[in-house]
Nanobody, 127 residues
């Protein structure tokens, strides 16, 4: 079992940075997969960024590539999402997700592939 707790959300102005954290407790191995998703009001939850826990493989949605960086700190069992150049369209509830094992590359962006979810943290970007 893995428990995930997000933090770091808030209200920022467009162009400002923000860093989200996802603290994981329970069993985490280097081969496990983790990701960030987001859900804006009235929209479906969408993939943002993902990685394997070893950190060797990271991948991003086109909408955030070059602006967001996913990383992890093993000693703290924590995953991060560093967001820069934020835009109003980045406003959403951000969730971290995890699953044991490696997800095949074509399936990594599907929320149905992840078994464990945090409660979400709100990010609001004002224009």
């Amino acid at each position: 079992q893995v428990q995930l707790i997000e933090s770091g959300g808030g209200l920022v102005q467009a162009g400002e940075p923000l860093r989200l954290s996802c603290a994981a407790s329970g069993r985490i191995f280097s081969s496990d997969s983790m990701a960030w998703f987001r859900q804006a009001p009235g929209k479906e939850r969408e993939f943002v960024a993902g990685m394997d826990w070893s950190g060797r493989s990271t991948y991003y949605a086109d909408s955030v590539k070059g602006r967001f960086t996913i990383s992890r700190e093993n000693a703290k069992n924590t995953m991060y999402l560093q967001m820069s150049s934020l835009k109003p369209e980045d406003t959403a509830v951000y969730y971290c997700a995890a699953v044991y094992g490696v997800i095949p590359t074509p399936l990594r962006r599907l929320q149905s592939r992840y078994d464990y979810w945090g409660q979400g943290t709100q990010v609001t970007v004002s224009s």
